[in-house]
């Protein structure tokens, strides 16, 4: 099977840094996304890593160690739009194609 | 100018009923995905078509059709609804393939009643 775990749900304050780790055991392996979803909407892009180390992209920096099966989000200087949930996403398949499959998400709740 | 978009947004029906699911991306992408969302959040691929291809076919029961006219646009046919079926559904599409980043349409949520 494939194993995708993240933690269920964080709550940090804001301005605070929260780290979101996603480790995963899976058949295949082609590159992990990242995705946020607000409540009653659509997932969006956040980060892609396919190789070995850390990509930052503003407030918000992901790190991959494909050796370890392990990648963290990290989400800086916390707003309060920034509650929601994050999606750690494997691409199973090193064809043309790829599949992607999720983990169940980790809620971020920001407190004032 | 929305990218990739759906309709409806919501669809409340009896089981036993037969209903589509219409998705449209004009981003010029030849990858077109259907995810669906359940309660407790799980997004899973379901389908996934290049260029009007079928290239990925999950296990899902043969109720669900896939059908795509043309590159840009991906339905989803759901015969003999169950309550079961009940979820959010996502179309997506990406330039080519899972490794591109995808984009999602703001779903469709599903009331089986």
């Known amino acids: 099977g494939q194993n995708i775990d993240q933690p269920t749900e964080m709550t940090a304050t804001e301005g605070a840094i929260v780290q979101i780790n996603c480790t995963y055991q899976?058949?295949?392996?082609?590159?992990l996304f990242w995705y946020q979803q607000h409540a009653g909407e659509a997932p969006t892009f956040l980060s892609y890593?396919?190789?070995?180390g850390l990509e930052e992209k503003g407030r918000f920096s992901s790190f991959l160690s494909r050796s370890k099966g392990y990648s963290y989000l990290l989400l800086k200087e916390l707003q309060m739009k920034d509650s929601a949930s994050y999606l750690c996403?494997?691409?199973?398949?090193?064809?043309?194609?790829?599949?992607?499959?999720f983990g169940a998400g980790t809620q971020v709740v920001v407190t004032p | 100018d929305t990218a990739v978009s759906q309709t409806p947004k919501y669809l409340v029906t009896q089981m036993g009923n037969d209903k589509s699911i219409k998705c449209e991306q004009n981003?010029?992408?030849?990858?077109m995905y259907w995810y669906k969302q359940d309660s407790k959040k799980f997004l899973k691929i379901m389908f996934s078509?290049?260029?009007?291809?079928?290239?990925i076919n999950e296990t899902v029961p043969n109720r669900f059709s896939p059908k795509s006219p043309d590159k840009a646009h991906l339905n989803l046919h759901i015969n003999s609804l169950e309550l079961g079926d009940s979820a959010v559904y996502f179309c997506?599409?990406?330039?080519?393939?899972?490794?591109?980043?995808?984009?999602f349409g703001p779903g469709t949520r599903l009331l089986v009643l």
């Open positions: 997506a599409s990406s330039h080519r393939g899972a490794q591109e980043t995808q984009y």
């Open positions: 899976t058949s295949g392996f082609n590159g």
């Open positions: 890593n396919v190789l070995d």
């Open positions: 996403a494997v691409n199973l398949r090193e064809d043309s194609w790829g599949k992607l499959q």
């Open positions: 981003l010029g992408h030849d990858t």
């Open positions: 078509y290049n260029n009007k291809e079928l290239i």
